[in-house]
C-alpha cells in the first residue's frame, strides 16, 4: 500500500515564476493539507481540501492556490515566486484521525 | 487559534540516558496532540498522538508521552536513547475536527545524541 506520494522531489524556479506540486493520498484517505516548512523551521499549514474543496486556510496570501480531483490527488499552485517561497512543501492525507506526511517537494527560488 | 511552544531549540544527550523533549500549547477549544520526528532530508513520521482516553501515550521506537490538561503540556520521553534517534522532533496541536483542523506545529528540537 503506497503512503502519500508527492511530485517533483526537487526543483528550482526563478523569481516570477510558478510552480505546481502534486500529490497523491494514501488509499483510503479523502482529505489532503498542504503545509510550507521553511528552512529551520516547523511546517506552517497553508490549506485543506475535501470532497474537491477548499475547507480550511491559513495564513497564506491569495499566490497559493489548489485543487483536489475526484480520485483525491491534490495538486498546490503558487503565482508570482518570491525568494522567500523556497522551502519545502509537504502533503498530508489524512482519514480517520491519523495523519500521514509525504516525503515532500524542495522548492528552491532563486 | 491555537500555538505550540518547543521549549529547547536543541538537545543533547549521551546515548543510552534517558530525554524529555517538552512541549507546551495553547488553544481555545479541545485539542488533539502530535509527535512527528523528521529524519534529514525526509518527510515527517508520526511518533505517537493523543485524541482522548489515557493521557500516558505509548508511540513507536519506544517514545511515549503524557498529556497533562492542567498544565497544557504533551513532553515527549523516552528512557534510552539511541544514535538512530538523532533527528528533529516536532510538537503539533489540532482542533477535535476529526481531521478536518490543520496542524499547528512548533518550531521543533534537534535531539543530538552524543557516542
Known amino acids: 500500500d503506497a503512503g502519500v506520494t508527492q511530485s517533483p522531489t526537487h526543483l528550482i524556479k526563478t523569481r516570477g515564476q510558478q510552480v505546481t506540486l502534486r500529490c497523491s493520498p494514501k488509499s483510503g484517505h479523502d482529505t489532503v493539507s498542504w503545509y510550507q516548512q521553511a528552512l529551520g523551521q516547523g511546517p506552517q499549514f497553508i490549506f485543506q481540501y475535501y470532497e474537491e474543496e477548499e475547507r480550511q486556510r491559513g495564513n497564506f496570501p491569495d499566490r497559493f492556490s489548489g485543487h483536489q480531483f475526484p480520485n483525491y490527488s491534490s495538486e498546490l499552485n503558487v503565482n508570482a515566486l518570491l525568494l522567500g517561497d523556497s522551502a519545502l512543501y509537504l502533503c498530508?492525507?489524512?482519514?480517520?484521525?491519523?495523519?500521514?506526511f509525504g516525503e515532500g517537494s524542495w522548492l528552491t527560488v532563486v | 487559534a491555537q500555538s505550540v511552544t518547543q521549549l529547547d531549540s536543541q538537545v543533547p544527550v549521551f546515548e543510552e540516558a534517558p530525554v524529555e523533549l517538552r512541549c507546551n500549547y495553547s488553544s481555545s477549544v479541545s485539542v488533539y496532540l502530535f509527535w512527528y520526528v523528521q529524519y534529514p532530508n525526509q518527510g515527517l513520521q508520526l511518533l505517537l498522538k493523543y485524541l482522548s482516553g489515557s493521557t500516558l501515550v505509548k508511540g513507536i521506537n519506544g517514545f511515549e508521552a503524557e498529556f497533562n490538561k492542567s498544565q497544557t503540556s504533551f513532553h515527549l520521553r523516552k528512557p534510552s536513547v539511541h544514535i538512530s534517534d538523532t533527528a528533529e522532533y516536532f510538537c503539533?496541536?489540532?482542533?477535535?475536527?476529526?481531521?478536518?483542523?490543520?496542524?499547528?506545529f512548533g518550531k521543533g528540537t534537534h535531539l543530538i545524541i552524543q557516542p
Open positions: 498530508a492525507s489524512s482519514g480517520r484521525g491519523t495523519i500521514y
Open positions: 503539533a496541536v489540532s482542533g477535535t475536527g476529526g481531521g478536518a483542523d490543520g496542524l499547528t
